[in-house]
């Protein structure tokens, strides 16, 4: 088969691939409904986090199970799946705290950018939906995969409550289902910081009060304005820069919460600054699998459409215009059809 293959920065290939099988009797084997490209795949594409060679690319997926290791029992050919970019055994001590991207026997996904895909722990990771989905809601259900899912994970870290003032950090595709998650969440106000029209756009659809243009120490400022010199009751930071992280423990109240959930990169964090800032931290890899049901019940029941930040879709073998849009910023997030 063929597949996404990153050789070097700015240079994604869609070439010929081993087809995936089973190798442990753990193992699940999917034909992908639909794949993506994900805003933490711009990281090594932009020549940002190194690589040693040629790296297939992909860790967001949903499809329909093609083969099953001898070992599992949850999952069976014919159903429709979705599973984290995380895999776990969902049995392990940190799987049952709710921190299956910790899962001690985890492994990251990283050839989803083709038409097949092979999934470890299959019955600790996948979720079956109740039938197989129609064609409109498999942006939705596919965003769960990862984005959807880092997006809640960010409001959960957060500790959204109804009635919050609640500011994101990140108008990328995590950053606006941080939006939808603190909405759904019960959140009052909502304060999206976006400069780009179409994704202020859609944080407003998406349940954002307020926008704040501002970067740095002027969108501090602004957050300061918008809550009478106080801050918000939580930040959600999206992004993993120093400007990012620094915006958002700045932008919140004392005794506050900021989860953070973008991929650092050259993040740093000063102890004197952490003490008398009084807030609490909380985030890393989101625990996708914890919240899977949950969210696939709420797509399935038309209450939220995280598929909306899919503005651009392309055939697979079209991936590396994929990657160039969102690295130009031409498209938020862009859906692959295999």
Same mark, same amino acid.
């Given at each position: 088969?063929?597949?996404?293959?990153?050789?070097?920065?700015?240079?994604?290939?869609?070439?010929?691939?081993?087809?995936?099988?089973?190798?442990?009797?753990?193992?699940?084997?999917?034909?992908?409904?639909?794949a993506?490209?994900?805003?933490?795949?711009?990281?090594?594409?932009?020549?940002i986090?190194?690589?040693?060679?040629?790296?297939?690319?992909g860790?967001?997926?949903?499809?329909?199970?093609?083969?099953?290791?001898?070992?599992?029992?949850?999952?069976?050919?014919?159903?429709?799946?979705?599973?984290?970019?995380a895999?776990?055994d969902?049995?392990?001590?940190?799987?049952?705290y709710?921190?299956q991207?910790?899962?001690?026997?985890?492994?990251?996904?990283?050839?989803a950018?083709?038409?097949?895909l092979?999934?470890p722990?299959a019955?600790?990771?996948?979720?079956?939906?109740p039938?197989?989905p129609?064609a409109?809601?498999i942006?939705?259900?596919l965003?769960?995969?990862?984005?959807m899912?880092?997006?809640?994970?960010?409001?959960?870290?957060?500790n959204v409550?109804?009635?919050?003032?609640?500011?994101?950090?990140?108008?990328?595709?995590?950053?606006?289902?941080?939006?939808?998650?603190?909405?759904?969440? !019960?959140?009052?106000?909502?304060?999206?910081?976006?400069?780009?029209?179409?994704?202020?756009?859609l944080?407003?659809?998406?349940g954002a009060?307020?926008?704040?243009?501002?970067?740095?120490?002027?969108?501090?400022a602004?957050?300061k304005?918008?809550?009478?010199?106080?801050?918000?009751?939580?930040? %959600?930071?999206?992004?993993?820069?120093?400007?990012s992280?620094?915006?958002?423990i700045?932008?919140t109240?004392?005794?506050g919460?900021?989860?953070y959930?973008?991929?650092?990169?050259?993040?740093?964090?000063?102890?004197?600054?952490?003490?008398?800032?009084?807030?609490?931290?909380?985030?890393?890899?989101?625990?996708?699998r914890?919240?899977?049901p949950k969210?696939?019940? %709420?797509?399935l029941? !038309?209450k939220?459409?995280?598929?909306?930040?899919?503005?651009?879709t392309?055939?697979?073998?079209?991936?590396?215009?994929g990657y160039?849009?969102?690295?130009?910023?031409?498209?938020?997030?862009?859906?692959?059809?295999?």
């Open positions: 088969m063929r597949g996404a293959v990153l050789y070097g920065p700015g240079d994604v290939r869609f070439e010929e691939r081993p087809a995936p099988t089973i190798i442990k009797p753990t193992d699940a084997v999917i034909r992908m409904s639909a993506c490209i994900c805003g933490s795949d711009l990281w090594p594409y932009r020549g986090s190194p690589f040693a060679e040629p790296t297939p690319m860790h967001e997926y949903c499809g329909i199970v093609e083969e099953v290791g001898n070992a599992v029992r949850s999952v069976k050919p014919g159903q429709f799946v979705i599973g984290s970019f895999t776990s969902n049995t392990c001590p940190n799987c049952r709710g921190y991207s910790s899962c001690v026997h985890r492994e990251f996904i990283t050839h950018q083709a038409p097949v092979r999934v722990l019955d600790g990771t996948l979720v079956t939906t039938e197989v129609s409109d809601l942006p939705s259900l965003a769960l995969s990862d984005v899912g880092t997006g809640w994970f960010a409001a959960d870290a957060a409550k109804p009635g919050m003032t609640v500011a994101v950090v990140g108008d990328g595709a995590v950053g606006l289902l941080g939006v939808l998650s603190a909405k759904q969440m !019960g959140a009052e106000r909502i304060i999206a910081m976006s400069r780009h029209d179409s994704r202020q756009k944080a407003r659809e998406f009060t307020d926008i704040v243009t501002e970067r740095g120490d002027e969108g501090v602004r957050i304005e918008l809550t009478k010199g106080l801050g918000a009751d939580t930040v %959600l930071e999206c992004v993993g820069t120093q400007e992280m620094m915006q958002a700045r932008s109240r004392p005794g919460y900021v989860s959930v973008g991929v650092p990169h050259g993040v740093e964090l000063t102890g004197q600054e952490l003490f008398f800032a009084h807030v609490h931290l909380h985030g890393g890899p989101a625990p996708v914890r919240y899977l969210l696939i019940d %709420l797509v029941n !038309g939220i459409n995280p598929g909306k930040v899919f503005d651009l392309l055939p697979l073998d079209q991936v590396a215009e160039r849009a969102m690295d130009e910023r031409r498209a938020i997030k862009t859906l692959l059809r295999p």
